[in-house]
């Protein structure tokens, strides 16, 4: 059920230099919306209202966990901000149609 993301990451080395910043802050978002999902698919199993609370409001923290790292992208790889507006435009496009 846990992420496999980033497969292999146990055989790279401290300041490995093959692995960015950039690429580390990608690894991080996968893996904190993959938590998103997984928790938001845990409150939806449970048969606990406390314990779906629980998912819930982590899944929200995860959510957040998800903002620290695509600010951290977006320092590391500022063509990755030209590219957020650039899809976010072309919804609002294709929204328009
Ligand atoms: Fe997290």
């Known amino acids: 059920m846990l992420s496999e993301i ?9 300041n490995d230099s093959r692995m960015s910043d950039a690429e ?14 997984l928790y938001e698919q845990m409150a939806a199993l ?3 209202p406390l314990l779906r609370k629980v998912f819930l409001d982590i899944a929200r923290e995860e959510k ?23 899809g976010a435009q ?3 496009e294709m929204e328009e149609k």
Do not use: C, M, T, Y
């Open 64 to 86: 957040e966990h998800v903002g620290e790292f695509l600010e951290l992208l977006k320092r590391f790889d500022e063509e990755q901000i030209n590219a957020l507006e650039e």
């Open 46 to 48: 449970s048969r606990d």
């Open 90 to 92: 072309e919804v609002r």
């Open 6 to 14: 980033p497969k292999g990451f146990g055989k790279v080395k401290e």
């Open 24 to 37: 580390l802050a990608r690894i991080g978002l996968i893996a904190e919306l993959d938590a998103v999902n």
